[in-house]
């Protein structure tokens, strides 16, 4: 593998655990309106949260509607998922409360992806480490507060007015490190935002595939990874 000089983590679904911390907020949103919820109640929850996410195209980040509006999309989720909530469960009348407190808990240090820590902490001794990442500045830089003091920068697309994949998040990031992007290194484990968005700015990427997904054809990539203490060894000696 070539030498580098950044490496830019994605943050969901690679650094932290989303779906951990979608759920653990259910649990406090049931709590915050009295309501003693079970795994079932939560699973229920967070199966809806996908779909919804999905059903509203969220997940087409390539869609100029979503490039566009996906801030607001996301609050626009939100609320529709208590809708759900309180349609299926009842809220006690606490629908306003049990809403801000599941954004409050999707807000706290999040649950790091097994290796996280130990692998950021590492590269940092070698690389400049950067986060990329799609979402709310305030939750996401609060969910990251464990890997800060390893990171030489934090790019959350509502600060940067433009998500990944597209070409104007990518130019502002290397403008904001300050780097030509032959010396910079994408991991992430979205194919249609990480992946192809690096490979459209025209930044090498490694695949974390968490989840054993059969590899594409005729996406570049510079290597694939399948928990993230393998980035290491894969970078090998690199300095």
């Not at 655990?17 to 919820?37: L, M, Q």
């Not at 795994?39 to 809806?48: D, G, H, I, K, S």
């Not at 799609?134 to 003091?149: I, Y």
């Amino acid at each position: 593998m070539k030498k580098y000089r950044n490496i830019i983590f994605d943050a969901d679904h690679t650094l932290i655990d989303f779906d951990a911390d979608e759920r653990r907020a259910f649990y406090a949103a049931f709590s915050e309106a009295g309501i003693p919820a079970g795994e079932a109640e939560v699973e229920a929850c967070w199966a809806y949260s996908a779909k919804n996410w999905n059903d509203l195209g969220l997940n087409d980040v390539h869609l100029p509607e979503v490039q566009a509006g996906y801030h607001e999309m996301y609050l626009d989720h939100v609320r529709a998922l208590f809708d759900f909530v309180e349609k299926e469960y009842g809220l006690n009348g606490r629908r306003k409360e049990a809403q801000a407190r599941f954004m409050r808990e999707l807000s706290a240090p999040s649950q790091p992806v097994e290796g996280a820590l130990e692998t950021v902490r590492a590269l940092a001794e070698k690389y400049r480490v950067f986060v990329a990442t799609n979402g709310l500045s305030a939750m996401q830089r609060s969910r990251l507060s464990a890997f800060l003091p390893y990171l030489s920068g934090l790019f959350i697309s509502e600060g940067m007015g433009a998500i990944k994949p597209t070409r104007a998040f990518f130019d502002k990031m290397l403008c904001g490190i300050g780097a030509d992007v032959g010396d910079c290194l994408m991991v992430g484990d979205s194919l249609s935002s990480d992946a192809a968005g690096a490979a459209a700015a025209g930044m090498d990427c490694v695949w974390f595939n968490r989840r054993g997904a059969v590899r594409p054809e005729g996406l570049p990539l510079a290597g694939e990874i399948t928990a993230l203490p393998q980035l290491t060894a894969l970078l090998g000696g690199q300095k």
